[in-house]
Nanobody, 126 residues
């Protein structure tokens, strides 16, 4: 199994930046596609970004594509989410997720992901 631990969340003013990290352990990290999802209170969990195992294919939600960048370092078993130009509507609990996948394109669907971290809170003030 894969264990995931997120870090890097915090409080930031609108227009600022944060870098989230997700450390994985327990299995061969490069065999897993990784995703970032977020959920605000009372709202459904939504897709943010995903990356395939090799790290050469990424996907970003339209609402964040021009501001957020997902990346990974398999030698460190870590996936990152660089968040720039943050907006108050980005406020949410951000989850890292993993699923065993050897295909080129990472999945976007929440139900495709099997392993989940506990989340890290991102709060953007206006």
């Amino acid at each position: 199994q894969v264990q995931l631990v997120e870090s890097g969340g915090g409080l930031v003013q609108a227009g600022g930046s944060l870098r989230l990290s997700c450390l994985g352990s327990g299995r061969t990290f490069s065999n897993y596609a990784m995703g970032w999802f977020r959920q605000a209170p009372g709202k459904e969990r939504e897709f943010v970004a995903a990356i395939n195992g090799r790290g050469d294919s990424t996907a970003h939600a339209g609402s964040v594509r021009d501001r957020f960048t997902i990346s990974r370092d398999n030698a460190k078993s870590t996936v990152y989410l660089q968040m720039n130009s943050l907006k108050p509507e980005d406020t949410a609990l951000y989850y890292c997720a993993a699923t065993y996948s050897l295909i080129m394109e990472p999945p976007h669907e929440i139900n495709a992901y099997v392993y989940w971290g506990q989340g890290t809170q991102v709060t953007v003030s206006s």
